[in-house]
């Protein structure tokens, strides 16, 4: 006969649940480090189980989130800004995990493509980011993204999907962001010199640096595409100036570059069919000419807007008077004072009323004397339409 099943005490389950989780830390520490990456992450999985507290469950988090970042899987670590956002934290525990969230949620955007989150994303990084501390037993400065990068990343990504003013706004004007700019100041310089309209100097800069970025690891396969997005936003921008330009002096103040095979006359073609571009290209004079604006068009155009609103502002007076004659309308407090068809809605249909109702059902007899029913004086919706007389 089997004996009372005895529970353990609890401080032994404790330590029984922490030797568990250390062990499995222990075991997925060892194969983040002989490059086992789908085995440390396993690992890391199985902490879960003995995790019972918030801090704990961030720490795993940041662990995975190493472990995503390593793996180059953008859409799992992309997932884990929410779920520790999601937590329960002290305010100084959610300060220290932030910037590292904001930082690795914009790498995810950059190698997803999406440049305008991205640059959100790096332009939230707190400046605390920039004093390396050690989250989780993770330097995440010094192993997946430094300061310098993010002002790099943020800064290109920000050059090439936002507007003059939004850069001014957000960028220069943005003292947590200007500290990382001060890491790299040439592409302060960058951004400076294409809120200012000087768009050739903006492209040299970025051409002489080309080279480095082509070597970063996370940027190399990105930057040839936002250095193209901002090319182009500086040669619309610069067009807007004029109405013709020859293609030389375009291609005097927009170099291409030494690998583009085609002519400034093909990227020109390319941006006008893309749309990015509203001008006409003249191969037999060399010229680049925006297109005229038909004034008669543009006149045209206003008179059928204001038709519209005037047409809009008729039908909800019209509306207004069908809702009063069917009795819809809400009566005004009494401080207000009562019109005419309040007074009438206050006392039911004017019908046995004195006073004021009395006013209300000669003022709404005069009005059906305007107003008439059939084919004539019905609108789209079957209501009551009033003629000027």
């Known amino acids: 006969m089997k004996g009372p099943i005895i529970a353990p005490p609890e401080g032994d389950i ?29 690992g890391y999985s199985r902490m879960r189980d003995y995790c019972t507290t918030p801090r704990h469950i961030a720490e795993l988090t940041m662990k995975q989130l190493h472990v995503s970042v390593a793996q180059s899987n953008w859409t799992v670590a992309h997932s884990y800004y929410l779920k520790v956002h999601a937590l329960t934290l002290k305010d100084e525990e959610r300060a220290k995990y932030e910037p590292i969230l904001h930082a690795c949620l914009g790498l995810a955007h950059l190698q997803q493509g999406s440049y305008r989150e991205a640059a959100n994303s790096f332009l939230n990084v707190a400046p605390s980011y920039m004093n390396p501390e050690t989250v989780a037993g993770i330097n995440f400065q010094r192993e997946i993204i430094s300061p310098n990068d993010i002002a790099v990343y943020g800064g290109l990504t920000a050059l090439a999907t936002m507007d003059r003013s939004e850069l ?115 191969l037999v004079d060399r010229l680049l000419s925006s297109p ?15 038709a519209k609103q005037a047409e809009r502002s008729l039908r909800l007076k019209l509306h207004k008077v069908n809702m009063t004659v069917a009795g819809l309308e809400v ?59």
């Open 168 to 282: 001014q706004r957000r960028i220069l004007d943005n003292s947590s962001f200007r500290q990382f700019l001060e890491l790299e100041s040439h592409l302060r310089r960058a951004i400076s010199m294409f809120c200012a309209a000087k768009y050739t100097g903006c492209m040299a800069i970025l051409e002489s640096y080309r080279t480095d970025y082509m070597l970063d690891l996370f940027l190399q396969d990105h930057f040839m595409k936002l250095y193209w997005m901002v090319r182009g936003k500086s040669i619309v921008q610069w067009f807007s100036a004029f109405s013709v330009v020859t293609l030389d002096a375009l291609a005097k103040a927009f170099p291409s570059p030494p690998e583009y095979r085609g002519t400034i006359e093909h990227e020109l073609g390319a941006m006008i069919r893309a749309g990015s571009l509203n001008a006409r290209i003249d």
């Open 292 to 306: 005229d604006q038909d004034a008669r068009f543009a006149v045209i155009e206003s008179s059928l807007k204001m």
């Open 331 to 389: 009566k005004s407090p009494k401080n207000q004072g009562q019109n005419g068809f309040d007074a009438f809605t206050a006392t039911g249909g004017g019908e046995g009323a004195s006073g004021a109702g009395g006013s209300a059902s000669q003022a709404l007899r005069n009005l059906k004397g305007k107003l008439t029913r059939g084919s004539s004086g019905v609108g789209p919706g079957g209501g009551v339409t009033a003629h000027m007389s």
């Open 14 to 42: 404790l330590l029984t649940r922490r030797a568990a989780q250390m062990g499995n830390e222990d075991l997925a520490n060892h194969f983040f480090a002989i490059g086992d990456l789908p085995s440390a992450f396993k």
